[in-house]
């Protein structure tokens, strides 16, 4: 941590390692973005891929990274953007680190939302992203009223999320039993979670919500921080506490409804980014900026290592994070068993 001197006499304090972390994760995210682009049916050299980026490509390919894989990288970037910020907000608020959209019911419910719109009402592509929305902000609003009792505190918002998990699991389940057989094929490439088809409508609505709840969260950082440290002691530094930790709930719940609804419940992201991020900066606190980056590059880099080695098209991206997830899951387990953890 070192102390950085302002213009005007003020002084700031730079934590040196979290930000060369978050230097190199945005600069890995870009990257794997640009391979990706160039990666498909047709390839295109990364050097061409800059250069048409830049204007002084040919017809051709303009038409292919402009129009059909520049969208899909960026709805990649800003999804596993919203979900490691999501991740973090709620694993800082839970105080838990099983405190995920993944494991809260979130994701479950905006696929409940989502499958309603499928089975019940046949709807098209915006009709399933509006209603995987609305039921991801009904699912995080119920979570927060009946995990209220004189505040919201961390365990019972775990416990009354793992219950609303289970119970939209089970609406899921039923309304994939009611489905004839073209809305079940609908529904299950929807519940994989994937990037394919994504185009600039999916870009500018996460683009507008990412600009508008970024400096929302940033700005109500400190009081996170030290909503961590108990509500004891964030009320004695002068913390309102259950504003703050509304507001911040409610951008997280915002992050990742809209998230689920660009690109479907895509596993694990939310609940890896955060602790990978921790673990890289060593730092304590919610490492948001980290965590958002971690997550950018997750996500894009899964997609690519997805048609990399099955072709375009052929392994939703959702299935990968839920692997590599898993696989994390299992090591951390491992570890936190051998030093006695748990």
Same mark, same amino acid.
């Given at each position: 941590?070192?102390? !950085?001197?302002?213009?005007?006499?003020?002084?700031?304090?730079?934590?040196? *390692? #979290?930000? /060369?972390?978050?230097?190199?994760?945005?600069?890995?995210?870009?990257?794997?973005?640009?391979?990706?682009?160039?990666?498909?049916?047709?390839?295109?050299?990364?050097?061409?891929?800059?250069? /048409?980026?830049?204007?002084? @490509?040919?017809?051709?390919?303009?038409?292919?990274? *402009?129009?059909?894989?520049?969208?899909?990288?960026?709805?990649?970037?800003?999804?596993?953007?919203?979900?490691?910020?999501?991740?973090?907000?709620?694993?800082?608020?839970?105080?838990?680190?099983?405190?995920?959209?993944?494991?809260?019911?979130?994701?479950?419910?905006?696929?409940?939302?989502?499958?309603?719109?499928?089975?019940?009402?046949?709807?098209?592509?915006?009709?399933? &992203?509006? @209603?995987?929305?609305?039921?991801?902000?009904? &699912?995080?609003?119920?979570?927060?009223?009946?995990?209220?009792?004189?505040?919201?505190?961390?365990?019972?918002?775990?416990?009354?999320?793992?219950?609303?998990?289970?119970?939209?699991?089970? !609406?899921?389940?039923?309304?994939? &039993?009611?489905?004839?057989?073209? $809305?079940?094929?609908?529904?299950?490439?929807?519940?994989?979670?994937?990037?394919?088809?994504?185009?600039? $409508? %999916?870009?500018?609505?996460?683009?507008?919500?990412?600009?508008?709840?970024?400096?929302?969260?940033?700005?109500?950082?400190?009081?996170?921080?030290?909503?961590?440290?108990?509500?004891?002691?964030?009320?004695?530094?002068?913390? *309102?506490?259950?504003?703050?930790?509304?507001?911040?709930?409610?951008?997280?719940?915002?992050?990742?409804?809209?998230?689920?609804?660009?690109?479907?419940?895509?596993?694990?992201?939310?609940?890896? #980014?955060?602790?990978?991020?921790?673990?890289?900066?060593?730092?304590?606190?919610?490492?948001?900026?980290?965590?958002?980056?971690? @997550?950018?590059?997750?996500?894009?880099?899964?997609?690519?290592?997805? %048609?990399?080695?099955?072709?375009?098209?052929?392994?939703?991206?959702? !299935?990968?994070?839920?692997?590599?997830?898993?696989?994390?899951?299992?090591?951390?387990?491992?570890?936190? *068993?051998?030093?006695?953890?748990?």
């Amino acid at each position: 941590m070192r102390a !950085v001197r302002a213009p005007g006499g003020l002084s700031l304090r730079l934590d040196v *390692r #979290a930000f /060369t972390v978050v230097v190199l994760l945005t600069l890995a995210a870009l990257a794997a973005g640009v391979v990706l682009i160039g990666t498909g049916d047709f390839p295109i050299d990364a050097s061409d891929v800059l250069k /048409t980026l830049a204007g002084q @490509g040919d017809a051709g390919q303009e038409f292919i990274i *402009r129009e059909l894989r520049l969208p899909r990288v960026l709805v990649g970037l800003l999804v596993g953007a919203c979900l490691g910020l999501g991740g973090a907000l709620f694993q800082s608020v839970a105080r838990n680190p099983l405190g995920s959209p993944d494991v809260l019911g979130l994701s479950q419910g905006s696929t409940a939302g989502a499958l309603v719109v499928i089975v019940l009402l046949s709807g098209n592509a915006t009709a399933v &992203t509006l @209603g995987a929305l609305v039921g991801g902000l009904a &699912t995080g609003l119920a979570i927060y009223l009946l995990a209220w009792k004189q505040g919201v505190h961390g365990y019972r918002l775990v416990l009354v999320g793992i219950g609303v998990n289970a119970v939209a699991t089970a !609406v899921n389940g039923y309304l994939l &039993t009611k489905a004839d057989f073209v $809305d079940a094929a609908r529904a299950v490439n929807w519940l994989t979670g994937s990037l394919n088809g994504r185009d600039w $409508d %999916q870009v500018w609505p996460l683009l507008a919500l990412c600009a508008v709840l970024l400096p929302l969260v940033l700005g109500n950082a400190r009081g996170l921080r030290m909503l961590e440290m108990g509500d004891d002691v964030s009320y004695a530094l002068g913390v *309102r506490v259950e504003r703050v930790r509304l507001l911040l709930m409610g951008s997280a719940v915002l992050l990742t409804a809209a998230a689920t609804a660009a690109a479907g419940p895509v596993a694990f992201v939310a609940l890896t #980014a955060p602790q990978l991020a921790r673990r890289l900066t060593r730092s304590p606190g919610p490492n948001l900026v980290p965590s958002l980056c971690m @997550g950018a590059a997750l996500l894009v880099t899964a997609d690519w290592a997805a %048609q990399r080695a099955f072709g375009a098209d052929q392994l939703p991206v959702g !299935v990968v994070t839920g692997v590599l997830g898993g696989v994390y899951l299992l090591w951390l387990l491992v570890t936190e *068993r051998r030093k006695g953890r748990i």
